[in-house]
């Protein structure tokens, strides 16, 4: 198989999605691998690597394109990729199709076979290729709060750990799910109060059983999150529905309860958010402010370390790659029923049932 690798367009997109590693893995089965010049540079690995492990390098995205049968990459083609896309042409990648009907309408368009990375699911219902990337933006979402709660971005001034003699911070997380409790793993190491909201009482009573005394869990509803907020310094909005839109927990009313220079980060974006006020920013210009409220909406936290997340990414990405390289999409996506729940566009008819019901509202 002919399979692509082109630069990540989407600002401030640094990570790569095949290392030269996987490379010489598809090489020596005799697949042909083409890779955008510079195209690994940001994760640390130089054109001459991908050469010496039997690549070709193109100096164009019009040429990775042109020549693929299989498009792999980090997250979801942008406009300007949209007329390169071909019928037939396997792209596998980030898509969330949920929060872009332009993206869906684009690539039902193209009529090219659609595989996306975040609906991948195990018989266990994990998702192995959102839980690294999950596990990075979880962690860094912690990490960028605590940056955006000192003054100077408009913050309340609070150092999220406190020091002796004045208390910690209070990190309010919705969603016990991965990026929820690695971003509470983080601010419990900082020494902040946190408090962990699901309605999935086994994923309470496991978040009890393996965190700290200061990491307390709340059940998730209206009246008990509208409590919260009123003392809550950072709050990380990580509510996860698979292939679909992120549920509303925080209404744009119920900013006016909440203390001047509170952050909000939500990793929800890619689905739509779970802030009512939430619209998408970038790593160039990655907060805006609405009734004193900070918000953090970045839609590709993970692009920031694209050293560690390249790595963490491909490590669990590259055995789908290959499998679908060595028996074409059809025959992967039957004998592996995880890899056929990524299968989200056919020739531009919609298999995810997700998108369907997105579409329809």
């Not at 630069?7 to 790569?16: A, D, G, L, P, T």
């Not at 406009?79 to 896309?85: D, G, N, P």
């Not at 000192?150 to 003699?165: A, N, Q, T």
């Amino acid at each position: 198989m002919k399979i692509g690798v082109p630069i990540e367009v989407k600002n401030n997109e640094s990570r790569v999605s095949i290392t030269p590693a996987g490379v010489f893995e598809l090489t020596k089965r005799k697949h042909h691998v083409y890779v955008q010049t510079q195209a690994g540079l940001a994760s640390g690995f130089e054109d001459q690597d991908y050469i010496e492990a039997g690549a070709e390098i193109l100096s164009s995205l019009e040429a990775v394109y042109e020549k693929a049968e299989m498009i792999v990459k980090v997250k979801e083609p942008i406009e300007k990729e949209y007329a390169l896309v071909r019928e037939g042409q396997i792209i596998f990648t980030y898509f969330h199709f949920a929060s872009s009907q332009a993206l869906t309408l684009a690539m039902i368009a193209s009529k090219a076979v659609c595989i996306a990375y975040e609906t991948v699911e195990d018989e266990d219902g994990s998702l192995p290729l959102l839980t690294p990337m999950s596990e990075v933006a979880g962690r860094m979402a912690t990490q960028q709060g605590a940056k955006y709660l000192e003054k100077p971005i408009r913050g309340k001034g609070i150092l999220l750990g406190g020091v002796p003699g004045v208390p910690p911070g209070k990190v309010l997380v919705l969603g016990a799910g991965v990026v929820g409790i690695q971003a509470a793993k983080m601010a419990a190491g900082l020494g902040a109060h946190v408090t962990i909201f699901d309605i999935n009482m086994k994923r309470l009573r496991y978040v009890n059983d393996i965190m700290p005394s200061h990491v307390v869990t709340a059940f998730s509803n209206e009246y008990n999150i509208r409590k919260h907020i009123k003392t809550a310094d950072l709050i990380i909005g990580a509510v996860l529905i698979p292939g679909a839109k992120a549920p509303k927990l925080i209404t744009r009313d119920m900013l006016k309860d909440m203390t001047p220079g509170t952050v909000m980060v939500d990793v929800a974006v890619d689905q739509g958010g779970c802030f009512e006020t939430t619209r998408p920013t970038t790593h160039e210009d990655p907060t805006y402010i609405i009734d004193d409220v900070v918000h953090y909406c970045v839609t590709n936290m993970p692009g920031a370390v694209p050293y560690t997340s390249t790595l963490a990414l491909t490590n669990v990405t590259f055995p789908y790659v290959l499998d679908i390289a060595q028996k074409g999409w059809k025959e992967a996506c039957k004998s592996d029923p995880s890899l056929q729940k990524g299968l989200s566009l056919d020739h531009g008819k919609v298999i995810c049932k997700e998108i369907l019901k997105e579409m329809l509202v």
